[in-house]
């Protein structure tokens, strides 16, 4: 009986057949524009060596196999990550998950496998990137790709400021509301999507009626507050005025909602799946002294939303 790594390799070989590969490893959570620098590398190493480019997809992090009281809410789904880095070009997206007998590979043992498996010739890394159960990187992982016969490239993945991008950072910008630089870093709109479900209907008593969101996974939300946002709904691309938080001007209701009124939209979506594109934060979360104060701010956040998504369609 084949062990499961050894399962998900046999796999792998399958898709991967006689072809000689070039590849890169991570988790990828976002795929923002560090990861994208890293993959168009590894394509275009790929081609100058004429192999093709392969990128092992983490699950999960391996942090949390490792660790397990570490978790941090993702930024993207796998699904997601996984069409985002196919959309890019890649010959081989194949999602590995990380377990307990990877956990206990030393980072020869692992490349070794994966030469027998993949037919990797070559790989492209992160300068903070660490392989193995020892933990390799830098010149000591060199030395080892070298005795290997595996070509190993590293990349500092910077953006346009020079400043280091990372799912973390990402992270942080997000609990602090910084949408636009949040989508500085992925390259595209943050994104939450879910299934819209029948809420309390308190906002059609103000004439602001919402779809009241629940997420498909947990991902990362932004910090509580109202957001100017697309909302895709099949192909139609609509305006919405997007809200995050415990409705604090609704008494005895502390719940966490995720809600969105969408902007001259009349329709039952009951049970449909909508994705809602972050653009900006409009303002923080306020407690009103009454419902028709909350009216009179929403008729004004309308208004700035309305302004936000015109200027993006200049």
């Known amino acids: 009986m084949k062990n499961n790594f050894e399962q998900q390799l046999i796999e792998l070989s399958k898709i991967v057949g006689k072809s000689k590969t070039a590849f890169c490893i991570g988790t990828f959570d976002g795929v923002h524009k560090g990861h994208v620098s890293l993959f168009k590398n590894l394509i275009s190493l790929s081609k100058k060596s004429n192999l ?43 999602p590995l998950e990380f377990n307990q007998e990877l956990k206990k590979l030393s980072a020869e043992n692992f490349l070794q496998k994966l030469s027998k498996f993949a037919n990797i010739k070559s790989m492209i890394v992160s300068l903070n990137t660490k392989i193995g ?16 016969d595996i070509d190993v490239f590293f990349i500092n993945m910077k953006n346009i400021d020079k400043d280091i991008i990372s799912s973390s ?41 919402t779809a009241n969101i629940k997420l498909q996974e947990k991902i990362q939300l932004p910090s509580d507050g109202i957001y100017a946002c697309y909302v895709k709904l099949g192909d139609k691309l609509l305006l919405g005025a997007l809200s995050i938080g ?22 039952n979506i009951y049970d449909e799946i909508i994705e809602l594109l972050i653009v900006d934060k409009v303002r923080a979360q306020v407690e009103f002294r009454s419902l028709d104060d909350l009216k009179n701010q929403m008729k004004k956040d309308i208004i700035k939303i309305k302004k936000i998504l015109n200027k993006e369609n200049e």
Do not use: A, W
């Not at 999960?60 to 985002?84: D, Q």
């Not at 159960?133 to 290997?148: H, I, N, P």
């Not at 910084?178 to 994104?191: D, R």
């Open 169 to 209: 950072k990402i992270s942080d910008l997000l609990i602090q509301g910084k949408i636009i630089n949040v989508n500085n870093y992925l390259g595209e709109k943050y994104t939450l999507s879910g299934k819209v479900e029948k809420g309390d209907q308190i906002g059609r008593t103000i004439g602001f009626p």
């Open 52 to 94: 093709k480019s392969l990128s092992l997809v983490f699950k999960k992090r391996p942090r949390e196999i490792i660790n397990e009281n570490y978790f941090r809410p993702y930024l993207s789904t796998l699904n997601h990550r996984i069409n985002k880095i196919n959309n890019l070009g890649l010959d081989f997206v194949f």
């Open 133 to 148: 159960t020892d933990q390799m990187s830098g010149d000591k992982l060199k030395s080892l790709c070298k005795k290997l």
């Open 246 to 267: 415990n409705r604090p001007t609704i008494k005895n209701d502390s719940s966490h909602k995720i809600e969105v009124f969408i902007i001259d939209f009349k329709e």
